[in-house]
């Protein structure tokens, strides 16, 4: 006996004019998002393909370390390079620039909040949450301040300067051309392939509760005595409902035969995933998803993505594309708030020739740079140059292989080995003699005693500089011309109280910071080096 007898055999039903047909067509919005929250749980939260592109990028950058510069030479020690390893107690550098990261691509904000000492110094960064900082605006396009909010109460408020901009309070955001405060989150611009993603994956997983099957209708047309057509009542409708859903639906219940009879017949209303082409349609809306966030979409495990001939390939592309010009971003937003704290030319420079990725291609143009000079193609300054590094003596003249000779050339004229060594031997005679001299030392020497003893003056580039004196290291061109600049700047620091002996406050942090760079001995010197290079 079939479950529908009883409503076939039953007598009450309803009379009606004619059958009523109603089709429900369920939509869903799919507007952009705005909130940190749907960002962050619609997006890097429920999607995969979301999650792997901020991975994919947070980490990579996070991953190459810092160099810091002052002017153009670099320094193996700085107090920036400290707080850049160790921003707070609780994180270390890659922990920390990943979660910068990360709240930068997810949200299109990201903030920087910076502890001070007494000296006005840094010691402490924190990441904040972009949901919990409100911009304060103000007549201009520098903000009034940050507000720190939790639960809808202002917790602290972090003013800004209106002339420099300068602020407790760091904020990297991404382009947006709607807004003067606030970035655009790319997982706002994807927000209709995100939802194309996450509803499919939850269709699928309703499917398969459901047993595989697609969604459908039970037809029923029964008759009356006079030939009338009848409908169910309102009981009769919920008890079939029921047993529809007790004996048929769930995943407990796949497989089982329906038994129709009479007047009853099935009516497939949905689609199966075959026929929607589910596996394409994720593929899609998984590929916008990563081109949206600039990741080659075989980093996201997209099959049939052929745009590059492997993945070392496409993980160079990443770097080139990608993280280089979002780690250039940062390196200048960090110089700019870090950097002018310090009186020096501080520059904070990602190492980008520590990626591994970036290894190979270096290789390559290193060879090729290599062959151009020993053919004679380019000299050897022209070849450091397109390097990256700095200039040597005698490194501006072709060199060629010793054993090419012009067309009827008279191989005697050759030079001998000897000639050749007195023409380096005459070239190293007119170099400048860059090594400090013995009194530059003794008040390089004075200085490092007199800052020990006293607690105050000079800066970490100061203190390096005092050790190259001290250890009477020849100084390159650059080095002199960055002293005689220093000299120049500070000649005014004469003028201070305590910088001449039997002064009070005597020796001050000027005349320290003025020792640690030679002194007077070593002002005469850099101006004498400088006209001596001009000479030269």
Known sequence: MAIFDRFRKSNNFQTKESPIVMYNNTTYSTSTKESYSDFATEGYKNNAI???????????????????????????????????????????????????????????????????????????????RPDRIKIKSSKRLTPAGYEYVIDGKIIEFFSVDPISGQSDIKHHKLYNPLD????????????????????????????????????????????????????????????????????????????????????????????SPKDMDFLQLKNTSARDIALCFGVPAQLVGIPDSQTYANMAEARLALYEETIIPIMKRMESDLTEWLGNIYQEDIKIIYDVDSIPAIAERRRKIYDNI??????????????????????????????????????????????????????????????????????????????????????????????????QLINKERLS????????????????????????????????????AWALWGGDAGQAWAKRKIKEFDDE
């Open 50 to 128: 979301v999650y792997r592109c901020v991975n994919e990028i947070s980490q990579g950058a996070s991953s190459v370390p810092f160099k810091v510069y002052d002017g153009n030479e670099e320094l193996e020690s700085h107090p920036v390079l400290d707080i850049l390893y160790r921003p707070n107690p609780t994180q270390a550098g890659v922990e920390y620039f990943q979660e910068i990261y990360s709240n930068l691509l997810i949200s299109g904000n990201s903030y920087e909040m910076m502890i001070k000492n007494s000296q006005n110094q840094p010691t402490e960064l924190y990441s904040l």
């Open 180 to 271: 003067d405060y606030y970035g655009l989150s790319p997982i706002s611009s994807a927000s209709a392939d995100i939802d194309q993603h996450n509803l499919s994956a939850r269709h699928n997983v309703a499917l398969l509760q459901n047993g595989a099957r697609p969604s459908g209708a039970i037809v029923f047309r029964p008759k009356d005595e006079s030939g009338q057509s009848v409908q169910l009542s309102e009981g009769q409708r919920a008890q079939l409902i029921s047993d529809l859903e007790l004996r048929f639906s769930g995943k407990n219940n796949a497989g089982r035969a329906m038994l129709l009879e009479g007047d009853f017949d099935w009516k497939e209303m949905g689609l």
């Open 370 to 467: 290599t062959v151009a000079v020993r053919e004679g193609i380019i000299t050897r300054n022209e070849a450091r140059q397109r390097l990256g590094l700095e200039p040597v003596d005698g490194g501006d003249d072709i060199l060629v292989p010793a054993t090419l000779f012009p067309l009827g050339a008279d191989t005697d004229t050759n030079l001998t080995p000897s000639d050749a060594g007195k023409m380096v031997y005459d070239i190293e005679e007119k170099a400048v003699n860059t090594i400090p001299t013995d009194e530059m030392a003794e008040e390089a020497q004075k200085g490092l005693d007199w800052r020990k003893e006293f607690n105050r003056g000079g800066t970490a580039v100061g203190v390096a500089r005092a050790n």
């Open 477 to 512: 061109q650059d080095t002199v011309k960055r002293m005689n600049s220093y000299f120049a700047r500070h000649e005014v620091d004469k003028q201070a109280e305590g910088f001449n002996y039997g002064e009070d406050g005597y020796p001050s942090a000027g005349r320290i």
